[in-house]
């Protein structure tokens, strides 16, 4: 019985990989990005560039991923899809159940990936991931993008990694110009509550509030 895109989606999604101390891939790059390739195959996007596009930072001292096992997994992901993409977009079973094509843009926000800083400040990871996984929701369930990146706090970290945090401002106002239509953002573009603006909010920050 040939394998559907909902088979694929769910084999990827429990899949484990072994821990290693010794240098491994940052587990929370590659947890996220497969779940970005989950979504991918879920709407019938095509997994093979996102793939070759993957780029994860490897890790010491602390747990990563076995090297050889995501590398394995991910041509193992691509050899799969392409089985797929050569038989009908989806087959009439799956039709019923694909998600709706807006899922691409929720499926970008969930893959982007930012420089680790460890020696200048950067912003929290956790935080930064948590906004990202807020916006994917609100992309999708077509809540209010705006709000939700304007009013973002991230904590300032040093000596542990961090986000870059020049890429996350350029991003959610990549975010933010896509949820006003594509139009290109500017501060005249993006008015802010006063309150927002006094507290140094995030797109405060981004557009030159001071």
């Known amino acids: 019985m040939p394998i559907t895109r909902a088979d694929l989606a769910q084999q990827i999604s429990n899949h484990r990989f072994t821990p290693r101390r010794r240098e491994g891939y940052d587990m929370q790059e590659v947890d996220r990005f497969l779940d970005a390739v989950v979504a991918a195959v879920e ?107 304007g009013e973002a706090r991230f904590t300032r970290v040093r000596l542990r990694e961090g986000y870059d945090m020049g890429e996350v401002d350029a991003f959610l106002r990549e975010v933010v110009a896509e949820a006003d239509g594509g139009r290109t953002a500017t501060p005249d573009a993006l008015p802010l509550p006063t309150v927002i603006q006094e507290q140094r909010g995030l797109l405060s920050r981004i557009f030159g509030g001071r």
């Open 43 to 149: 709407v019938g996007l095509p997994v093979g560039d996102l793939v070759g596009r993957a780029r994860f930072t490897p890790v010491r001292v602390r747990e990563g991923y076995a090297m050889a096992e995501v590398d394995d997994f991910l041509r193992w992901i691509v050899d799969r899809t392409h089985e797929l993409e050569e038989r009908a977009p989806y087959l009439p079973d799956e039709r019923s159940a694909a998600p709706q094509a807006r899922s691409a843009r929720s499926q970008r926000i969930v893959a982007v990936q930012f420089s680790p800083v460890r020696l200048r400040e950067g912003y929290d990871m956790s935080e930064v991931d948590q906004l990202l996984d807020e916006l994917a929701a609100a992309v999708d369930s077509g809540a209010d993008v705006r709000t939700l990146a």
